[in-house]
């Protein structure tokens, strides 16, 4: 098993500028979730999925849009990049019901800049 | 005030010390009490969680809730190299279904054993 692959692994981009970030994962879990990553902030929820076709939002969804149209992939949009978009981003699966308490299979993160 | 108070560091400590990583926490409503461990540039793994208040061990992993105080700690018995990594606290309300959408993290402590 790959477990959770991310790519790209590095982006720059301009402001104003769109892109996705890819996820995908092999282990047959239902819940998917999208993480950023900033110094002296900890992991923040962008948004999370449930299973295909159901989404939902988590901490901090602004400028961001997700979608699931299979088990296996959960994009993440960003749809006009800022500067304070710039952050580590990470994806994970988690099993069964996606319970708290629940292993979460992280991906090893896309590390974005945004000029 | 965060919800989740950690102290960033860094830690040095010689390997064979004994770890303490700690963190505070405002709501009294948390329950469920997680440690990751994140190596450099990689997603962040569950490393173990306790429920409410008490001690949890596992191997050289000792996981502790002081609810009364709002203060959980994790002790690193005999720290090795390979410990070296950050530690994130993480917390949450309850641990049913999709609760993993619920988990407020720390902001993580970065520890270094020396060899």
């Known amino acids: 098993n790959a477990g959770v692959t991310q790519t790209p692994k590095f982006q720059v981009l301009k402001t104003g500028q769109s892109m996705t970030l890819q996820c995908a994962q092999d282990?047959?879990?239902?819940?998917m979730s999208w993480y950023r990553q900033d110094p002296g902030m900890g992991l923040r929820l962008i948004h999370y999925s449930v299973g295909a076709g159901i989404t939902d939002q988590g901490e901090v969804p602004n400028g961001y849009n997700v979608s699931r149209s299979t088990t296996e992939d959960f994009p993440l949009r960003l749809l006009s990049a800022a500067p304070s978009q710039t952050s580590v981003y990470f994806c994970?699966?988690?099993?069964?019901?996606?319970?708290?308490?629940?292993?979460?299979?992280f991906g090893p993160g896309t590390r974005l800049t945004v000029l | 005030q965060k919800e989740v108070e950690q102290d960033p560091g860094p830690l040095s400590v010689p390997e064979g010390a004994i770890v303490s990583l700690n963190c505070t926490y405002s709501n009294s409503a948390f329950q469920y009490f997680m440690w990751y461990r994140q190596y450099s540039r990689k997603g962040p793994e569950l490393l173990m969680y306790t429920y409410s208040s008490g001690n949890k061990e596992d191997g050289r992993f000792t996981a502790q809730v002081d609810k009364s105080s709002k203060y959980i700690s994790l002790f690193i018995r005999d720290s090795q190299p390979s410990d070296s990594a950050t530690y994130l606290c993480?917390?949450?309300?309850?641990?049913?279904?999709?609760?993993?959408?619920?988990?407020?993290f720390g902001s993580g402590t970065r520890l270094s054993i020396r060899p």
């Open positions: 993480a917390m949450s309300f309850d641990a049913g279904y999709s609760s993993a959408s619920k988990i407020i």
């Open positions: 282990m047959n879990h239902e819940y």
């Open positions: 994970a699966s988690t099993p069964g019901s996606g319970r708290a308490t629940d292993t979460q299979y």
